[in-house]
């Protein structure tokens, strides 16, 4: 087992750069990190966990923010994805031009296990923010995307432990969108509406979210149409 302080590599496989790099990429998933935080969480030197940092990077499973912060690269939700595909492909113009109908930051989420992964995303340039960079995996649990994407399958275990409930997620269903008020975290509000692909199954969810403030406690009075319209553009564009 590799040795840190707050992370391990639970199995390692005798491939020792391998295995570091794993911690490198598990100190990162939780969020945007600093150099300095990375080092402490794998428990690498400075040096070492820069040079797999900048390889990762290399091959787009970093990626660095405004600030310079490590973050979870594109090519990571590439990969959850099953590569390049087209949604991925379509998802960037369709997220922008809801970024400036909506003047909120948008993402896109596809499920991942028990988490969902923003895969695609267009920010919000100034002014308050929910900023949510891709690549990052939040829990299948609160927020409207989350709703989304365990409205059509409400047998699923992870309902019983969820912010949500059975009833929610049949509202959800009956008017095709879903929204949240603080549900993942306090102050920000959300919309979201599906992604369906074959079969009329949920593949993905596409979401705005902001300030309460911006949003007020009813948003999806405010954006739901656009968010429907985005995540409808989106199946008819990547449909088989």
């Known amino acids: 087992m590799v040795r840190c302080k707050y992370h391990c590599v639970e199995h390692t496989s005798g491939v020792g750069v ?21 080092t402490e969480r794998t428990g690498l030197s400075r040096a070492t966990a820069h040079r797999l940092a900048v390889a990762l990077e290399v091959h787009r499973l970093l990626a660095r923010d405004g600030d310079g912060r490590w973050r979870i690269g594109a090519r990571a939700a590439e990969l959850a994805g099953g590569g390049s595909d087209r949604l991925l492909d379509r998802a960037g113009p369709v997220l922008t031009r809801l970024r400036d109908t909506t003047g909120e930051s948008a993402q896109l989420y596809r499920r991942h296990g028990d988490r969902r992964l923003c895969i695609a995303a267009a920010e919000r340039g100034s002014g308050l923010r929910d900023t949510v960079p891709v690549g990052s995996a939040l829990p299948l649990t609160a927020g ?19 912010a949500f409930t059975a009833r929610t997620l049949a509202d959800v269903r009956r008017r095709g969108w879903a929204h949240s008020v603080g549900e993942r975290e306090t102050g920000v509000a959300s919309v979201s509406a599906p992604v369906h692909g074959r079969g009329g199954t949920v593949v993905a969810a596409v979401s705005v979210s902001g300030p309460l403030e911006r949003l007020t ?18 199946t008819r564009l990547t449909a088989p």
């Open 144 to 162: 409207s995307a989350a709703q989304i994407l365990l409205a059509w399958t409400p047998q699923d275990p992870l309902v019983s432990r969820a």
């Open 217 to 234: 406690r009813s948003p999806g009075r405010l954006h739901a149409q656009a968010v429907v319209a985005a995540a409808a553009e989106l």
């Open 18 to 38: 391998l295995d570091k790099a794993v911690l490198v990429l598990d100190a990162v998933q939780g969020g945007a990190t600093t150099l300095a935080a990375l």
